[in-house]
């Protein structure tokens, strides 16, 4: 099935999850990693509504003739909500995409992050 | 800090509730699930991939996210076409904090046995965006022929 009978057919577009890994892997900012194999950087759309961050990605055509022997890909367009606590920076939001895995750099607000206490001996 | 999945609407649909523990059931009872195609030596966790017949070759398309040209292995030999190589693109640093973990990481394989009668010498491989595309041509003598019938 490619997308534009996806489209003509299927009037509730379907979606695909894609697999992710959320980590933090220095202080302050956690990384969302989202793997979107087939899906370029125009396809790709990041939203935030309020608390929830929307990531879409459209993936390329698929080949619209010929016979599927072997069908184990997600054939339909990603798309995955994440809601966001107070505590990540809406205006600091950065995306990377490389090799068809999507990273989102989320970055915590300065007064959330944990601060040193310098303990003074006498 | 904690990302919590969106859960929708479907929570609280006893329906929904009811098609998720069948479909779960069913699974249990999948003998045969995973026999085809699956050749000895590839593992478990390996990529997904779509075989498409067409008229002049065969596509497979195979999704590897985050696989660098660098850390893929595509081969064709009798008519047995492998794909292998290492998947360690979101391997994290020391003292990272993991929140959670969807994704798998580490070697795999796919073997895909094609039909006689390919042109194993003009086998084309691309990849793009994390898929990569394998274009397996057809011998010229076993591509279908239209013949012309004259009306007489």
Redesign the interface.
Known sequence: MNTKELETTDKAVRYNRPLGRISEEEDGVVLLRLEMPGVPKEGLTIDIDGDLLVVTGAKTEQPDSGRYLVRERPRYHFRRTYTLDETVDRNRIDAELSNGVLTVSLHLKEEVKPRKIEVKGR | ??????K?NSLLDPVREMERLQDEINRLFDFDRGE??IGLFDRAESP????????DN??V????????LSDLDVSAANNVLTIKGEKK??R??KG????????WEGTFQRT?SLPSGIDSARIQAELS???LAVTVPKREEDRPKRIAVKVM
């Open positions: 800090m904690n990302l919590i999945r969106w929708g085809s195609g997904a991939i779509d075989v498409v017949e067409r008229e065969y596509l398309m195979c999704d590897l996210p985050g696989v660098g693109g979101s994290s640093t990272a904090k993991v929140y959670r973990t969807e994704t895909v965006n994390g898929t």
